[in-house]
T-cell receptor, first 115, second 113 residues
Framework: GAGVSQSPRYKVAKRGQDVALRCDPI?????LFWYQQALGQGPEFLTY????????KSGLPSDRFFAERPEGSVSTLKIQRTQQEDSAVYLC?????????????FGAGSRLTVL | AQSVAQPEDQVNVAEGNPLTVKCTYS??????LFWYVQYPNRGLQFLLK??????LVKGSYGFEAEFNKSQTSFHLKKPSALVSDSALYFC???????????FGKGTTLSVSS
């Protein structure tokens, strides 16, 4: 597609519910990143895929967070047993390659509110 | 720990005046440096990057940034601000050895007419 598409744009969950956030990267982009952006803060790295391989998941805050990209294209970020502190905007980004100079293209984000 | 600092939460400037948004970083080695802009309810948009070479980098919408290795800074500049430049600006660093961008907290730029 022309850009990175994320869905849903807005999600309200009750504490304890599971949520799934979808990212559709730019076609042909090898690298895919997930970031978490809390209110008034900069994006914080969560995890990174190169094709279908999850090469770095050091930023995932707990084992309630899980991400996958089974066919090397669409990715899903799943949060189990949501907590209020999970409320944030979840940003997905993709890039053509994995080198340091590659520019990340970001989606508009999925805003999660946990009540 | 590797980090990026944007010391100003907000920068206010009058339309037509020059603007500077400051960024310093603490990263080992020779990192790649980026500026992104975020408009309300939209994703981050790439403005410019420094990889190597000339210390003054030109980017989108008339923005430029000056890399200073000794001061570990990468300040964003524009000679003449527009009201439409009002947005949230993020400096980001990618360590040469890693793949993830490290972002600053962001600076809100407000340009008044």
């Amino acid at each position: 597609g022309a850009g990175v598409s994320q869905s849903p744009r807005y999600k309200v969950a009750k504490r304890g519910q599971d949520v799934a956030l979808r990212c559709d990267p730019i076609s042909g982009h090898v690298s895919l990143f997930w970031y978490q952006q809390a209110l008034g803060q900069g994006p914080e790295f969560l995890t990174y895929f190169q094709n279908e391989a999850q090469l770095d998941k050091s930023g995932l805050p707990s084992d309630r967070f899980f991400a996958e990209r089974p066919e090397g294209s669409v990715s899903t970020l799943k949060i189990q047993r949501t907590q209020q502190e999970d409320s944030a905007v979840y940003l997905c980004a993709s890039s053509l390659g994995g080198s340091g100079a590659n520019v990340l293209t970001f989606g508009a984000g999925s805003r999660l509110t946990v009540l | 720990a590797q980090s990026v600092a944007q010391p100003e939460d907000q920068v206010n400037v009058a339309e037509g005046n020059p603007l500077t948004v400051k960024c310093t970083y603490s990263v080992s080695g020779n990192p790649y440096l980026f500026w992104y802009v975020q408009y309300p309810n939209r994703g981050l948009q790439f403005l410019l990057k420094y990889i190597t070479g000339d210390n003054l980098v030109k980017g989108s919408y008339g923005f430029e940034a000056e890399f200073n290795k000794s001061q570990t800074s990468f300040h964003l500049k524009k000679p003449s601000a527009l009201v439409s430049d009002s947005a949230l600006y993020f400096c980001a660093v990618r360590p040469t050895a890693g793949t993830a961008l490290i972002f600053g907290k962001g600076t809100t730029l407000s340009v008044s007419s």
